[in-house]
T-cell receptor, first 109, second 116 residues
């Protein structure tokens, strides 16, 4: 059974800091991995999708990497801003989308 | 439409009441998924449709939960005899091709169900 774990559960950083969110999964037989952002009371916004054949994807200040063999992904956020404050969820797809518990990020001005 | 639309946005139900939650996926999206998100948790898979066919309902927590997508577009999640543990946000997502081939999921804003 696929299990997805995200570390840390919560993170508070000062504005401008670079940070890394971690995601690990137990079954490497996945088609892709997706990172989402969730704002309080809102749905999920897709940030980046990495196909199983890819190593990383970049969008603006965000960079996501995937090491399928070791069951790990990281989301790197450069020069963090208060507007980045949200919960970040990673999810792997191997027939259905399985989510981690999320990392709650707070960026202080 | 431009995105996945869910209604109602909020629903308060008395324990024992039946509720129906609606999802309008992105036009042309073949696959539709329902997730349940409890407070402070990640979304949990409930069920999956490809067009009108319900291919996976392994996540439905009990036989009080029922989902349908009769014409392969709009879907309804029905919960009968609601219990307090059903209180959660119910999220709907659609995808061009079931998530494979690099096509990701697009989520709606969810329906927050509170059972009192």
């Amino acid at each position: 059974k696929q299990e997805v774990t995200q570390i840390p559960a919560a993170l508070s950083v000062p504005e401008g800091e670079n940070l890394v969110l971690n995601c690990s999964f137990t079954d490497s037989a996945i088609y892709n991995l997706q990172w989402f952002r969730q704002d309080p009371g809102k749905g999920l916004t897709s940030l980046l999708l990495i196909q199983s054949s890819q190593r990383e994807q970049t969008s603006g200040r965000l960079n996501a990497s995937l090491d399928k063999s070791s069951g790990r992904s990281t989301l790197y956020i450069a020069a963090s801003q208060p507007g980045d404050s949200a919960t970040y969820l990673c999810a792997v797809f191997g027939g259905k989308l399985i989510f981690g518990q999320g990392t709650e990020l707070s960026v202080k001005p | 439409g431009a995105g996945v639309s869910q209604s109602p946005r909020y629903k308060v139900a008395k324990r024992g009441q039946d509720v129906a939650l609606r999802c309008d996926p992105i036009s042309g999206h073949v696959s539709l998924f329902w997730y349940q998100q409890a407070l402070g948790q990640g979304p949990e898979f409930l069920t999956y449709f490809q067009n009108e066919a319900q291919l996976d309902k392994s996540g439905l927590p009990s036989d009080r939960f029922f989902a349908e997508r009769p014409e392969g577009s709009v879907s309804t999640l029905k919960i009968q005899r609601t219990q307090q543990e059903d209180s959660a946000v119910y999220l709907c997502a659609s995808s061009l091709a079931g998530g494979v081939g690099g096509y990701g999921y697009t989520f709606g804003s969810g329906t927050r169900l509170t059972v009192v």
